[in-house]
T-cell receptor, first 111, second 114 residues
Framework: LAKTTQPISMDSYEGQEVNITCSHNNIATNDYITWYQQFPSQGPRFIIQGYKTKVTNEVASLFIPADRKSSTLSLPRVSLSDTAVYYCLVGDTNTGNQFYFGTGTSLTVIP | EAGVTQSPTHLIKTRGQQATLRCSPISGHTSVYWYQQALGLGLQFLLWYDEGEERNRGNFPPRFSGRQFPNYSSELNVNALELEDSALYLC?????????????FGSGTRLTVV
């Protein structure tokens, strides 16, 4: 299983763009990269998933370089409600082999 | 569409007792996953059930067990409760065999062992 490494915490001012990077040096060919958001005492919520290059949805963008050894979650113009823990997961979605959440990045948005 | 539902919301047990936690997946989802999250810590993978079978298991002792029923709902049983089992237990579901569209999590069961 690919191990992921993320910064423990980040602070950002409201309205700024936030980029959270995840390292996954031993990612396998069939592995996808998925990001989740978790608020206290709630289950994580799916944000975005990708395999390579760039993926964008209404909430975030995901940038994946050609070697796929890292990925960057980009949150445009964050608000106070984006204060949460963000997790990246790497695994083979076809086999369900994407179980292990890392420590996550605790993002605090400052007014 | 109903989300993943877990019951009970809160559960208080005494050390040495057994706890049973329940999860109903989203309609059409056949895979159920269980996670433990101790206060202030990350999510620890417990179990994966798919089509009624246990497919994978995290690094937990055998007193953590479960099952998946024909309607794809699931139970997590924790025997011989210890104080350190106090945690938020989260259930997630996904479509068969994988998580291409991501896991959908329930709101969890807060288990307190006293």
């Amino acid at each position: 299983l690919a191990k992921t490494t993320q910064p423990i915490s980040m602070d950002s001012y409201e309205g700024q763009e936030v980029n959270i990077t995840c390292s996954h040096n031993n990612i396998a060919t069939n592995d996808y990269i998925t990001w989740y958001q978790q608020f206290p005492s709630q289950g994580p919520r799916f944000i975005i998933q990708g395999y390579k290059t760039k993926v964008t949805n209404e909430v975030a963008s995901l940038f994946i370089p050609a070697d796929r050894k890292s990925s960057t979650l980009s949150l445009p113009r964050v608000s106070l409600s984006d204060t949460a823990v963000y997790y990246c997961l790497v695994g083979d979605t076809n086999t369900g082999n994407q179980f292990y959440f890392g420590t996550g990045t605790s993002l605090t948005v400052i007014p | 569409e109903a989300g993943v539902t877990q019951s009970p919301t809160h559960l208080i047990k005494t050390r040495g007792q057994q706890a049973t936690l329940r999860c109903s997946p989203i309609s059409g989802h056949t895979s159920v996953y269980w996670y433990q999250q101790a206060l202030g810590l990350g999510l620890q993978f417990l179990l994966w059930y798919d089509e009624g079978e246990e497919r994978n298991r995290g690094n937990f002792p055998p007193r953590f067990s479960g099952r998946q029923f024909p309607n794809y709902s699931s139970e997590l049983n924790v025997n011989a409760l210890e104080l350190e089992d106090s945690a938020l237990y989260l259930c997630a579901s996904s479509q068969t065999g994988g998580a291409y569209y991501g896991y959908t999590f329930g709101s969890g069961t807060r288990l307190t062992v006293v």
